[in-house]
């Protein structure tokens, strides 16, 4: 059964930094590539940025160099590192994998950024 469980969300004002985390199981995670992705209010869901198994990033232009998605394959977690919040960052954070051509998601984690 394959669980993703995001944490380290929180409240902070703008210009401030969070860590978020994603543990997952169910899967061999130094294969699996991980992404994260947001949801304000009243918006779609939008892709922030993802990982691929050999290190590799992508990022939305939106938080390029702003956020940064590291991964510790023997903890099987994912990290997002975000510096320089914005309110317009504020929204539900999920992970994401893709995993033997199966979509799986996080329950979600909320990060509100005030100005």
């Known amino acids: 059964q394959v669980q993703l469980v995001e944490s380290g969300g929180g409240a902070v004002q703008g210009g401030g930094s969070l860590r978020l985390s994603c543990t997952a199981s169910?899967?061999?995670?130094?294969?699996?590539?991980m992404a994260w992705y947001r949801q304000a209010p009243g918006k779609q869901r939008e892709f922030v940025g993802l990982i691929t198994s050999g290190g590799g990033t992508n990022y939305a232009d939106s938080v390029e160099g702003r956020f940064t998605i590291s991964r510790d394959n023997p903890s099987k977690t994912m990290f997002l590192q975000m510096n320089n919040l914005r309110p317009e960052d504020t929204g539900v954070y999920y992970c994401?994998?893709?995993?033997?051509?199966?979509?799986?998601w996080g329950q979600g984690t909320q990060v509100t950024v005030s100005s």
């Open positions: 169910g899967i061999l995670f130094h294969f699996a590539a």
């Open positions: 994401k994998t893709d995993w033997r051509s199966t979509d799986y």
